[in-house]
């Protein structure tokens, strides 16, 4: 800034160093103002020349705060752009100019000078933006030629600043600015009338491209080049360029069928210069057809002169398509109205048909629409009032819709339909008629009727079935449930809070039930299939099966449907199938180890005889003989026992009466059971006989007397009775299922404390036992059902708890007499017979027992240890063979098949088995056939003498007196 002016003394004449300084200061600021004049003269814009101006005045003038304004004739203001201070920024302001310092400046052109704010020439002024006042201030005018422009202005806040000088340089500085001033404006009018073209013209260019149809102009005379094509001709599959290089194009893409019309009626139009519309098809790139509608015209030169044609080509291809539309809906509805399934009329308000279709005349039984239209609607109605009340209806709503209701037809049927209609009324609110349609339902309506029978007849089913059908709800209440579960069927009317499903269920079974409705729950439309004990409401329980549907998302069900079957006596079934089944794998086992045993025991027993008969009397040998027997006979017995509870003894089987048999176990069965228990026998006089095993059905008795005494430690009755028994379809047994017919009952009851209901389903179970370790093998009474099956029986037991236990034997009953039970003597071991037999015998020790039994009896012994070896023995002798004694079961060849493969040439040949294998092996190979010498492994040698003895004389019987000691293994 530069240094500020001390004004001159009034009193005193400047001195000539005075003047001199002045002169040369004036100067420089002069030439300031020239180089400060080029940049202002050279300002573009009022930005530029506000920081020129600025920049010269503070180079020359003293200043704190300078402005630059611009007038506004009309509005009468003055501008001030953004200015400054030159310590804080001055906002642009807008001051009417009316009443201020600068309204002489503005209008008388003068310029102002103040020296102080208190100056009367010229007030000072407030800053804004800094709340500080002015003290000296310069104002002059921005002139160009009379015309005021704007104000140039300095300003600062010490007093008395601004000389003359001052004033000269700014007026200078104002003059150059106001030829900018006018010319900054003049560039800044012809930018924006700049602009305002361009941005015409964009807005010209943007709706000509933004539009749909295309925008062309061609040259006014032939060959009508185009001069220019909205983008919207490459809609039709050309780029805007091709349209310009090609003129033929658009000649080329009419249709054919259009293109001698258009180019007549287009060149027609132009060649007189008259407004062409017309409409007409192309066909563009893709080959799809296009209706365009093109409307153009001449534009002319002031003078009248055609300086181009210019048109809009409308793609109206939507429109002729949806006319097309109408015209074919048009058609589609007339065809509709004559082929639609439904009837469809218009009527009159008095009835009278205004139109019908066909299926209207078909439903009411006319032969065709003319004779249903000359028939009054009133009279189709079977009652009249009911057009009445659906009029009443439409004409108060405007329509009516699903009124069902009787017609007769033509022929005076009654029909049920469904009619909807609606008022068509004129511009006064009168009804002009009604329009309606009519579905014949009586198919329908018949079916409901049928469908609500057949709801009703599987109601009645439902609840009349023994399975029970229940709806739950999401809680698993019962909403719903059959007569079968004897409980209220409709749940949600009970009284007393809601049942659940789970208050019926055995609370071992619970946490089940409750994992089975989870499961349910979490699979809409699954099923979830389990096994429950529920309560029969008599204090027992029953096993259900159940199987749960998830239909909550299925209405009107919404629920989960539950059904529940009874299978206490199905599964009782499958537990039996279980036992038969393990029974069948034991016995498999038991049939193989007694083969084996009973193949030892044979040696062992047989040898220990023919030694006991070689010992002389008094030898000490025989007690050791003796024992090796009896330890022999107690391993025979084992075997029979293995055998008998898995049903694969052979039974020797005859008629006998059950009660001659308890009489003569009587002594034997107290020495047993103990002097604390006493024996109580009731015998029916009457009792039938049975076929049965005497030896067995000793062994079962036997055994049911010890099981009850050492259910009865201290002492008690053991109580054996008899009787007749008639069983009925009627009559039921614990557990067991009795085939209707006449038995022998024995019923063995002990008063002991009874059997625990845990205990009771496997008390026939091979092994099971509730004896301390070493007390039982647990074959007791496995041994008592297996006898019990082998003999056509039946067995099962019952008890009371502090009571006792029953056992119950149900035997077939026969009408066969009893045999004589007296037979002839065992016959000696020793002889002198002649003849020879053939031995086969796989068991090296067997066979060699069974050669040193026949040897002493005087035979000639062939030996052969399988049937093969058999018949190439006995085809290799020359000599007869008496007898063949053979084992049944061996290697390679059977007794059986080796027998049949020597009578081939030995026709007649006598034959004696022996086995030690279970019953149903012996059985498979046809061995227990009636008549059939059989000899039961393990067996005494006076057995196998006697049986040859016996069948070389022909006087063989399988009965029980040729029984020997030995074959009483069981």
Not at 117 to 142: C, K, N, Q, Y
Not at 195 to 200: I, K, L
Not at 486 to 505: E, I, K, M, N
Not at 763 to 768: H, S
Request: net charge negative; with cysteine.
């Amino acid at each position: 800034m530069p240094p500020a002016h001390t004004p001159a003394s009034p009193d005193s004449a400047p001195s000539l160093r005075s003047a001199e300084e002045q002169a040369r200061r004036m100067a420089e600021r002069m030439r300031a103002v020239a180089i400060a004049g080029s940049g202002v003269i050279g300002a573009r814009t009022l930005d530029d020349l506000q920081r020129v101006l600025q920049a010269a005045c503070e180079r020359v003038i003293g200043l704190d705060v300078f402005g630059l304004s611009v007038y506004d004739a009309e509005r009468d203001v003055l501008s001030f752009p953004a200015g400054a201070d030159l310590h804080t920024h001055v906002p642009a302001v807008v001051i009417p100019l009316a009443g201020t310092p600068a309204e002489r400046v503005i209008r008388r052109r003068e310029t102002l000078l103040t020296l102080s704010s208190d100056d009367p020439a010229g007030r000072g002024a407030v800053v804004v933006g800094t709340g500080r006042r002015s003290e000296s201030i310069i104002r002059t005018p921005l002139l160009a030629g009379d015309r005021a422009l704007g104000m140039l202005c300095v300003q600062s806040y010490t007093p008395g600043l601004y000389t003359d000088e001052d004033v000269e340089v700014l007026q200078t500085l104002a003059a150059l600015a106001g030829t900018a001033l006018l010319n900054v404006q003049y560039l800044a009018e012809r930018e924006a009338a700049q602009r305002a073209v361009q941005e015409s013209e964009e807005r010209f260019r943007h709706l000509v491209t933004s539009l749909p149809s295309i925008v062309y102009m061609v040259e006014a005379a032939p060959p009508f080049h185009p001069m220019y094509v909205s983008p919207a001709a490459e809609s039709l599959g050309y780029p805007v360029m091709e349209w310009i290089r090609r003129p033929d194009l658009w000649m080329s893409i009419l249709h054919p069928d259009d293109r001698e019309r258009v180019l007549e009626q287009t060149m027609a139009a132009q060649l007189a210069g008259v407004p062409l519309d017309y409409e007409y098809r192309v066909v563009a790139a893709d080959g799809a057809v296009h209706w365009l509608r093109d409307t153009g015209s001449f534009v002319h030169d002031p003078a009248g002169r055609p300086l181009y044609w210019q048109g809009v080509m409308m793609d109206v291809t939507p429109q002729r398509q949806a006319e097309q539309a109408a015209r074919e809906g048009e058609a589609r509805y007339r065809a509709l109205f004559e082929e639609v399934p439904v009837g469809i009329y218009r009527t009159l308000p008095d009835g009278r048909f205004l139109d019908a279709n066909p299926a209207l005349a078909s439903i009411l039984g006319f032969p065709d629409v003319e004779s249903l239209m000359r028939r009054p609607a009133t009279e189709l109605y079977l009652d009249p009032g009911e057009r009445n009340r659906w009029r009443a209806q439409a004409d108060r709503e405007g329509v009516t819709t699903g009124y069902e209701l009787e017609f007769l037809t033509m022929g005076g049927e009654r029909i049920w339909i469904r009619h909807s209609a609606r008022a068509v009324k004129g511009p006064d609110g009168d009804v002009l008629y009604y329009e309606g349609s009519v579905e014949d339902i009586t198919a329908h309506k018949r079916a409901g009727q049928a469908l609500r029978e057949s709801e009703e007849y599987f109601r009645v089913l439902t609840e009349n079935s023994t399975e029970t059908v229940a709806v739950l709800n999401r809680d698993a209440t019962i909403r719903y449930s059959s007569a079968a579960s004897g409980l209220p069927q409709d749940q949600a009317r009970a009284p007393g809070p809601p049942r659940s499903a789970f208050s019926r269920v055995h609370p071992d079974d619970q946490a089940e039930a409750r994992r089975a409705f989870r499961a349910t729950l979490e699979r809409p439309g699954g099923v979830e299939v389990t096994v429950l004990r529920e309560t029969a409401g008599n204090g027992t329980w029953r096993t259900m099966e159940v199987t749960a549907k998830n239909l909550l998302d299925r209405p009107p069900v919404s629920g989960i449907v539950v059904a529940t079957r009874d299978i206490t006596e199905r599964v009782g079934l499958e537990e039996q199938l279980r036992q038969a089944s393990r029974m069948e794998a034991v016995g498999k086992l038991a049939g193989g180890i007694a083969h084996d045993f009973n193949n030892l025991l044979t040696a062992i027993r047989g040898n220990a005889d023919l030694l006991l008969m070689d010992a002389a009397p008094g030898d000490p040998i025989r007690e050791d003989l003796q024992e090796i027997r009896k330890a022999a006979d107690r391993a025979a017995e084992l075997i029979g026992q293995l055998l008998a509870f898995s049903r694969r003894q052979v039974l020797k089987p005859r008629v006998l009466r059950l009660n001659d048999r308890i009489e003569e176990m009587r002594k034997m069965l107290s020495r047993v059971i103990g002097e604390d228990v006493e024996i109580v026998t009731r015998l029916d006089a009457a009792l039938g006989e049975v076929t049965a095993d005497p030896t067995q059905m000793e062994q079962v008795i036997l055994n049911l007397a010890v099981n009850a005494r050492d259910a009865m430690r201290g002492g008690g009755t053991l109580t054996l009775q008899t009787c007749n028994a008639e069983w009925t379809a009627a009559d039921r047994a614990p557990n067991v299922t009795v085939a209707p017919g006449a038995y022998v009952r024995l019923d063995v009851t002990d008063t002991g404390p009874g059997i625990a209901p845990e205990v009771l389903p496997h008390i026939f179970e091979p092994f099971y036992t509730t004896k301390p370790v070493g007390a039982g093998p647990g074959l007791g009474l496995a041994t008592v059902q297996g006898v019990v099956d082998q003999s056509g029986g039946y067995v099962w037991a019952e008890t009371w708890a502090g009571r006792g236990t029953r056992f119950t034997i149900l035997l077939p009953r026969t009408d066969a007499p009893v045999p004589d039970a007296d037979g002839p003597d065992e016959a000696p071991v020793e002889g002198s017979a002649t003849g020879t037999l053939l031995l086969v015998e796989d068991e090296p020790s067997v066979r060699l027992l069974a050669r040193k039994v026949l040897a002493r009896m005087g035979y000639s012994v062939l030996e052969a240890e399988n049937g093969e070896e058999a018949i190439r023995v006995a085809a290799l002798h020359d000599g007869p063979i008496d007898l063949l004694v053979t084992d049944v079961v061996m290697p390679r060849l059977g007794g059986p098949e080796a027998a049949r493969g020597i009578r081939l040439t030995r026709p007649g040949l006598r034959v004696v088995y022996m086995s030690g294998y279970a019953e149903d092996a012996v059985e498979r190979h046809g061995v227990l056939e009636p008549g059939t010498a059989f000899v039961q492994k393990p067996f005494a040698p006076a057995s196998l003498a006697q049986a040859v003895r016996q069948v070389l004389a022909g006087t063989w019987s399988a009965g029980p007196e040729d029984e020997v000691e030995g074959d009483r293994f069981a």
